[in-house]
């Protein structure tokens, strides 16, 4: 059984920094290939940054710049450095790892972590 545990959410002031952490564990799963996602009440989850099994990393528009995504593969777990944050990036926030097998998509997910920005 895979498991993806997030931490590091919180309360903060707009131009403020948090660090939200992804600790994966169970069947000997090692992290790979992922991303965080956000999500808002009755809206849509989005992808807001993702890193792949090479280490290549993509960033939503809305936080170019201002987010860093990254894998310690030898603490099993995924990050997700948010600097200069604003209230519109208050949000429930989801790790996601993936992997093929078959020609078939495997997720899993966190449980979600709340970010509050406050103006």
């Known amino acids: 059984q895979v498991q993806l545990v997030e931490s590091g959410g919180g309360l903060v002031q707009a131009g403020g920094s948090l660090r939200l952490s992804c600790a994966a564990s169970?069947?000997?799963?090692?992290?790979?290939?992922g991303g965080w996602y956000r999500q808002l009440p009755g809206k849509q989850r989005e992808l807001v940054a993702s890193?792949?099994?090479?280490?290549?990393?993509d960033y939503a528009d809305s936080v170019k710049g201002r987010f860093t995504i990254s894998r310690d593969n030898a603490k099993n777990s995924m990050y997700l450095q948010m600097n200069s944050l604003k209230p519109e990036d208050t949000a429930v926030y989801y790790c996601?790892?993936?992997?093929?097998?078959?020609?078939?998509?495997?997720?899993?997910w966190g449980q979600g972590t709340q970010v509050t920005v406050s103006s």
């Open positions: 890193i792949s099994s090479g280490g290549v990393t």
């Open positions: 996601n790892q993936f992997y093929w097998s078959y020609g078939n998509k495997v997720d899993y």
């Open positions: 169970g069947s000997g799963f090692r992290v790979r290939a």
